[in-house]
């Protein structure tokens, strides 16, 4: 007689994410908290708010005019004959002390600080670009863990069945009821699907890990059910409007400006900013004080080599941000409508599976199962039928999660805050 002692611990194992929800229930992690925890948790955007205040700051200084510039010195000290070294002696050494202010015009001025708050302008974009790539990677993680434990458990419910058939088989073999094959068959199966098992545990402990990346000890968390996917927040026909508040586009749209007003700072600086400059001279006790007052003006000799190059290639490099913008939303729509389109497609064939696939391959194993207890069929063909019931089911939920990553790709290209402003 053949004896077979069953791996409990593959069931039990298989079991532990089911019992963990129940015993848990009230403390099950959605997907909005997942990301909310995500969010807080990420040392990014705080560094982003910072480099916000930094800009903000420098812009308010630079439209402010530079320091003036305090000047000290001693004019024509004799260093030979009877006066040498003597500060009162000669008609001509003066101890001196100025002040130099250099009068920045007030349109330049404007434009430095409107850089400023353009660069400001730009993270915060990169920031808003950073919360919305960890919202959409920690759904993606928390997608991934739900489908990989939702694999499991559909292969502890298929061992189960499977462990049952095995004793049937060895029941019916010790009652002369049935054949050695049939139960070795049927160990087979068993075995087979413990190796399935623990290939899916494994996938399943992986996507915790990935899951934990964003979340922390929260990843540990059982997952409440996921949210309803029957909708995008796209549409197609009107999709490079759409995209105008994409994070990538935002950016590249706040480096145009900073481009264009870099342009206008170069056409700025062919006017010269003159400096004034107000001195008091000192001299001997039998000699006038005096005042000098001067202006110094940059004399720009060679501004066709100079100011205008620079004026040109600030130009080239505001057309080239331009480029680069326009290119990336051809490049997006692009992308964005090959997605729709696999989301679509992705969702038609799950409509197939749930209505035609999955019920005809387990009315076929029952059919298998009642014709086998008939004495028609034989255990083989049952075995086969199960296991085509469960590469149904399992290619039905790959299906789902490969189309429930679509769907999140697309749902979270902005960040959840934005998301009452945008389609």
Sequence with gaps: MFHYIPTGRLAAGAALLALAAVAHGADRLSLDEAQRLAVQRSYQIPAYDAAITASTEMGAAAARLPDPVLK?????????????????????????????QELTRADKRALRSTRYAQEAARTQAEKDKAIAAVERNTALAWLDRHYADATV???AEQRTLAVQEREAADAAYRGGRGSQSD???AQ???????????EAQGRARAAGAGLARWLGDAAARPLADPPAMD????????????????????????QVDIAETQAGLAEADRRPDWSVEVTYQQRGAAYPNMVSVGLSVPLQ?????????????????ASQARGEQDEALRAHAAEIRAQIAAWQTGRARQARYSADL???????SAALL?????GKASLADVLAARRNVLDTRVAALQLEADTARIWAQLNFLFPMAQAGGHP
């Design 231 to 254: 909708a995008i927040r796209f549409d197609a026909t009107t999709l490079e409007t759409q995209l105008a508040h994409h994070p990538d586009i935002a950016v590249l749209a706040r």
């Design 153 to 155: 458990t559909i292969l």
């Design 358 to 364: 999955v019920p005809l391959a387990q009315a076929r």
């Design 72 to 100: 000290v010195g001693i004019d024509n000290l004799p260093l030979s004959g009877p006066d040498r070294a003597s500060l009162g002696a000669d008609a001509m050494t003066m101890r001196r002390v100025g002040v130099m």
């Design 301 to 317: 000799w060679d501004r066709n080599n100079r100011q205008d190059r620079e004026l040109a290639a600030r130009l080239a490099m």
């Design 183 to 185: 139960v070795l068959a």
């Design 188 to 198: 087979s199966a068993v075995l087979q699907l413990d190796d399935r098992v623990l």
């Design 370 to 374: 009642a014709a086998y207890r008939g």
